[in-house]
């Protein structure tokens, strides 16, 4: 739900810690010490992953804490460099997904799906891209540049 609501990388969310949420605004602020640009930039959570957050009750845990740990309870370990990937991977197979399907395609599905609906200026701001062009390049290889309104909408002859 980080990647496909809120476009944290899984690099992002090894590191993020408790005090990086305010679930009383709604947002992540990414620090720039673990972001991929490195620059600290902050992200709205969309409401329907900021109910789940808030029913995970994290203010009972220290701010110092990973959100993400081998125990899957927020604590003061983070998970391995590969945590996602063979996590997915189990989780791929047992469900006999294609193996081109990775974690990350949770952000690609996110962005893909949010462009149809929301305004690409704050798709550009939760993805953290530095332009409009960027986003443009990003949806075209993502394959979201079907218009349902020229393929619906457009008059004819």
């Known amino acids: 739900m980080f990647q496909y609501y809120c476009f944290i990388r899984p690099k992002e969310l090894r590191f993020l810690t ?8 709604g947002s992540i602020t990414v620090p720039g010490s673990i972001s991929k640009n490195n620059k600290t930039q902050t992200v709205v959570i969309p409401e329907p992953f900021l109910i789940y957050l808030r029913n995970m009750h994290l203010e009972n845990y220290p701010g110092e804490y990973h959100i993400v740990t081998p125990d899957c309870v927020p604590g003061a370990q983070k998970v391995s460099k590969n945590y996602f ?4 991977k189990k989780q791929r197979m047992a469900m006999g997904l294609p193996q081109d399907y990775k974690f990350y395609s949770f952000k ?3 962005a893909v799906k949010a462009s149809k609906y929301i305004p690409v200026k704050d798709l550009q701001m939760q993805l953290r891209h530095h332009s409009l062009d960027q986003v443009d390049a990003y949806l ?14 457009f008059p004819s002859i």
Request: aromatic letters at 6%; proline letters at 0%; glycine letters at 4%.
């Open 108 to 110: 690609h599905t996110g």
């Open 18 to 25: 408790i005090n990086d949420l305010n679930l009383i605004d």
């Open 85 to 88: 990937w063979v996590r997915f």
């Open 140 to 153: 075209r290889q993502m394959k979201a540049v079907e218009s349902e309104a020229l393929r619906n909408s």
